[in-house]
């Protein structure tokens, strides 16, 4: 079972910078893409970004496309993955709780159904 955990939200002014980490444990999920959602207040949760087994390959959602990078560190003899995602230039939009996914698939992807193990979230508000 992979359970992913975040941490690093908290309340950071408008323009300001947050790194939030989210740390995943399981033999295999050194193996599989994971990724980044968002969801506001009032709104759907979406895609933020995606990264592959390897770290190599990435994708972003467009609103946070240059402000946002996600990166990860693989510790197979740990059995144990930790996902990044850098945010810079918040604004107000970005204020939402994050979650963090592991996708039973090697590549990264936009999709929410190819996500089969969620975080519990971390909330970042970004105030004006």
């Known amino acids: 079972q992979v359970q992913p955990v975040e941490s690093g939200g908290g309340l950071v002014q408008a323009g300001g910078s947050l790194r939030l980490s989210c740390t995943a444990s399981?033999?295999?999920?050194?193996?599989?893409?994971m990724g980044w959602f968002r969801q506001a207040p009032g709104k759907a949760r979406e895609f933020v970004a995606t990264?592959?087994?390897?770290?190599?390959?990435?994708?972003?959602?467009?609103s946070v496309k240059g402000r946002f990078t996600i990166s990860r560190e693989n510790a197979r003899e740990n059995a144990k993955s930790t996902v990044y995602l850098q945010m810079s230039s918040l604004n107000h939009e970005d204020t939402a709780v994050y979650y963090c996914a592991a996708a039973r698939v090697p590549y990264g992807t936009r999709s929410y159904n190819e996500y089969a193990y969620w975080g519990q979230g971390t909330r970042v508000i970004v105030s004006s």
């Open positions: 399981g033999r295999t999920v050194s193996s599989y893409g």
């Open positions: 990264i592959n087994w390897s770290g190599i390959e990435t994708a972003y959602a467009d």
